[in-house]
């Protein structure tokens, strides 16, 4: 962990080598996945299969790739009812927030007469990547489906890799609460080629989202175009204001809450109290002492946590804006100015009683967000997403002549004559 | 170009040709473009003026990269009158239209008392790409930089190259009239390059729009993570559904205007009459032999054009959504309906008034639309492209505690005990 304190030489030095940091891996992948997807473009269901048996360790026939209703029903039924219950609640609660995103549509005759026009329609066919094994998350399954189906995607697709045939039946369980069609126990690559390019199997998509190995990322990069694809999400990242009003030991909770995903997240605390800070700072090692992931938690906190003692509590928008993070906790009495202040986030989350934790499975907002200063210019995941524009233009004659002649000075300008003469002639120039 | 009736056999298999046809080039540019961008992220404005000296044979100083605003007010001087009113009137008519795309902030508290929000923020700065040379158009400018402008971009950073020091002075008028804060005159991956991560001379952005050839579309792919980019742009297209009422002359030449941008460019007449698509035909002949674009139009046309004779228009809403056009003309009786149904298209001209020409330049909705069947998936750009949201969550003790056993109970089944510790100690179970 880097402790900053403003109050120090250095500190703008210091600041700025933890927004510069990278943390994401750059392994090589592109060759293997190139051949992957030829493989699946080439071969369809047989190189779906082949690669399955290679990656999955599992022998499957093109038949076999598709849960059957019976698998879904039995997998269901072998999760808790507490687990179902909070899947429901989750699932409702991402629905209504979901919901209050549909877009009108805006048509609209102007003051020359042209009538215009903008509309949003669904995609027709989304894929939606799983991880398998132990980033196996149900609660991904709703934050990624359920979007899409209130956008209204008439054809909603999951792959999920089962390696040795294992499988959470709770993530079956969250893809049936959130309505999705048809699933197919795949991955890797080999997934991301079939949803795109398709295969006797598997109906092709027009979106992929998700998250997924460095594999699964690269192949997404390579068949953006034929499909749309969501952003590649990077490691994960929590930045606290908080003032020491808080309990230290729910800080600590909450930094180590993102720190226990993955030896590259980060987890940033920024407080006015150095005193608070080395609270925390004691919180936190206590707390690491006892937890499961202990060992993921500390080499996250040790590598890339930070705790930043500012002068005053009013600036901390500067330092929030520059670090851009996926999620940030405001907690204290200057939470609701900072909030109005602060220009660059994915998800904040307010007051003391708003630990990160539940904006990942029951707030309602997604859970979906740009990591990695990526909030600079993205957004978490939406139901506009799922949704893509079409503009509408139409003019009667009235309205042609008045707009014909600007559009054929710039066509000349320009040097397209063609594109003079479609209005000209219109114009009986050169009819 | 292709005629293809629904009558004769085989043209369910000509059709899917049309569909799967690509016309992309594929050049290898990738290691050319990451050494251009490794110089520049390593020396800055120091390989930004090898690489220009190089590429558009122009020797600079860092000190001359940017247009002065005397350059730039004689540039304007240099324009006819006609050109900057038609400029002014198409500028207008974009703001317009993009204006009523602002979307509202949503604010609300949910029945359990949990405090919830999304909210719009404009990206801090923006970089816009210009092609110098013959493809320099200042409609391109007005389409990228007012949507911009309109979300509320506080530095809009144009770059535009000048070969051998030439620059088209109605694109700079363009800017002008845009709103462009700094314009640069260079180009290639350098200036992609120089946006991304900054030099001395120009500091950097968080996003990067504008078509470019090759080499810039393949540097706006290798920077993509550290800006934000919009879509890379293919071939153009146009769809024409047109009933026998409309002058095959117009028709003709609303194909032509299309097929005269690139000889990869794509034109498509479908109509549900022989004889009238014959006339087309033949109009497309003779107008393309007095062309000044004519060799361009013709290979085109030749290679990609297609002629679709369908047994009902009724039924070319299933064909046009298969094409997914960029741009999408329907003319007679039938336009109101067909535009009803239909699904996937970037953009839609009403009636034989509206050639697609009006909205290239002063329709108002935007000209940069999705191209080669991503009008499935993708978007014209608009306002929403220069915003980014953030989501609100907040919970006072009563709907934190409605909502945390639920949270904690997904937390331990995802294995993330850390995640429920953060929910329980707030709970007082592990305080």
Known sequence: MMLLDQKQAGFADAFRALVEGRREETADVRAVVAEIIAAVRAEGDAAVLRFTERFDR????????????QELAAARA??????LDALGLAAERIRAFHERQLPQDDAYVDARGVTLGLRW?????????????????????LMNAIPARVAGVQRLVMVVPTPDGAVN????AAAGIAGVDEIYRIGGAQAVAALAYGTAAIAPVDKIVGPGNAYVAEAKRQVFGRVGIDMIAGPSEVVVVAEPVADPAWIAADLLSQAEHDEKAQAILITDDRIFAERVAAAVEAQLAALERGSIARASWQAHG?????????????????????????????????????????????????????GDYVGGPNHVLP?????????????????????????????????????????????????????ERRLGGEG
């Open 58 to 69: 599992l022998k499957l026939a093109a038949g076999g790739l598709r849960f059957s209703a």
């Open 371 to 423: 990591t990695s200063r990526t909030a600079r210019f993205a957004s978490g995941l939406a139901v506009y997403d799922f949704l893509k524009r079409t503009t509408l233009l139409g003019c009667d004659p009235a309205s042609f002549r008045a707009l014909a002649p600007a559009a054929a000075v710039l066509a000349r300008a320009e040097g397209l004559e063609a594109h003079a003469l479609a209005v």
């Open 121 to 141: 329609r669904p995609i027709d066919a989304v894929g939606l990547y799983v991880p398998g094994g132990t980033a196996a998350y149900p609660s991904s399954v």
């Open 306 to 358: 930070a705790i930043i003692v500012v002068n005053r509590l009013d600036e901390a928008d500067r330092l929030v804006d520059a670090l851009a993070p996926e999620h940030l906790e405001l907690i204290g009495p200057r939470a609701e100015a900072l909030a109005a202040t602060i220009r660059h986030a994915g998800a904040i989350f307010m007051g003391a009683f708003t630990p990160e934790v539940i």
């Open 78 to 83: 072998a999760c808790s009812p507490a687990a």
């Open 169 to 172: 039946p709770l993530v079956l």
